[in-house]
């Protein structure tokens, strides 16, 4: 991925100490770590989606404001109200949550 993403929503994005295989957590790479965000809205679906920017590391435990480039915006507009929860993951072993506050114009 590049520095050139254009952030689609904004939000806070909270990393998990513990990875669901029980280990400990993994940091994940702004800019290149391909995540999932998942709408139960109708019924699960899984949205791709990348942080915005470049070069940064969110680490276990943490939380960070950032900005969300989804592979499917008008989906993901549709899909998650701002204000709650939603639950991420990489489809392997990292979670955690992540709160949108706002959508681009």
């Known amino acids: 991925m590049s520095s050139n993403l254009r952030p689609q929503a904004f939000g806070i994005l909270r990393l998990d100490d513990v ?4 280990k400990q957590g993994r940091p ?3 800019g290149s770590d391909r995540l999932m965000a998942l709408s139960v809205q109708a ?3 899984w949205f791709g989606f990348v942080v915005a920017g470049e070069g940064q590391k969110i680490m276990p435990g943490g939380e960070q404001h950032v ?3 989804f592979l499917d915006e ?4 549709k899909s998650f109200p701002l204000h ?4 991420f993951g990489n ?3 990292s979670r ?3 709160v949108l506050d706002r959508y681009a114009d």
Not at 19 to 22: C, F, I, M, R, V
Not at 74 to 77: F, K, V
Not at 84 to 87: E, Q
């Open 28 to 30: 994940i790479s702004v």
């Open 96 to 98: 955690g949550t992540l």
């Open 19 to 22: 990875e669901s295989d029980g």
């Open 43 to 45: 019924e699960p679906l």
């Open 67 to 69: 900005g969300i480039a």
């Open 84 to 87: 709650v929860s939603i639950l």
């Open 74 to 77: 008008q989906g993901a507009r």
């Open 91 to 93: 489809g392997i072993c």
